[in-house]
């Protein structure tokens, strides 16, 4: 059974270019989240969805960060502008409503210069 | 102050030793507790998971949860080399609720 996809696994690019990570949850999950992790500040929500609704946006940084599922099976992190502060690797999760496993995808690592 | 604080090492450990990580929280409103496991280079894996106060044994591992010092712990007996990667504690106060992490405990685990 394949678990949480991630794409890319890598990303390099220059400070204020636009980036688009993208997750494939696993089938059946109705909920979805992406956090952020840094040596700094750990691992940090930054957005769920439950039933492709997003339901908490409080830890997405800024405006320059934004967050899609326009269905089931696919969501989106776009950062526009990018900026070197932005260099994290970027997990997405998913899990069925009210159960509290959360399965982890393997990340996509970005590093912004 | 941070919701859940956790000592981020690095631990190093002789295989076969009886390893310890523990996290601290500041609110008494969670009520769900858990051990995520993070091998280099890949996602959280779910390791254990507690609701309330107690100890919940699989295994090796054993989490318990101790509401009024607000502190939960994670012990690993018989420690492997397998065993060595981040541990993250989490937190949350209901069912379905945001999850909040510690920042993570880095063990090694010497052969």
């Known amino acids: 059974d394949a678990g949480v996809i991630q794409s890319p696994r890598h990303e390099v690019t220059e400070m204020g270019q636009e980036v688009t990570l993208r997750c494939k949850p696993i089938?059946?999950?109705?909920?979805l989240f992406w956090y952020r992790q840094t040596m700094m500040r750990g691992l940090e929500l930054l957005i769920y969805f439950n039933n492709n609704v997003p339901i908490d946006d409080s830890g997405m940084p800024e405006d320059r960060f934004s967050a899609k599922m326009p269905n089931a099976s696919f969501s989106t992190l776009k950062i526009q502008p990018s900026e070197p502060r932005d260099s994290a690797v970027y997990f997405c999760a998913s899990s069925l409503a009210g159960v509290d496993t959360q399965y982890f995808g393997p990340g996509t690592r970005l590093t912004v210069l | 102050q941070k919701e859940v604080e956790q000592d981020p090492g690095p631990l190093s450990v002789p295989e076969g030793a009886i390893v310890s990580l523990n996290c601290t929280y500041s609110?008494?409103?969670?009520?769900?507790f858990m051990w995520y496991r993070q091998y280099s280079r890949k996602g959280p894996e779910l390791l254990m998971y507690?609701?309330?106060?107690g100890n919940k044994e699989d295994g090796r591992f054993t989490a318990q949860v101790d509401k009024s010092s607000k502190y939960i712990s994670l012990f690993i007996r018989d420690s492997q080399p397998s065993d060595s990667a981040t541990y993250l504690c989490a937190i949350r106060k209901n069912q379905g609720g945001k999850l909040i992490f510690g920042q993570g405990t880095e063990l090694s685990v010497k052969p």
């Open positions: 089938s059946g999950h109705n909920s």
């Open positions: 507690t609701y309330s106060s």
């Open positions: 609110n008494s409103a969670f009520q769900y």
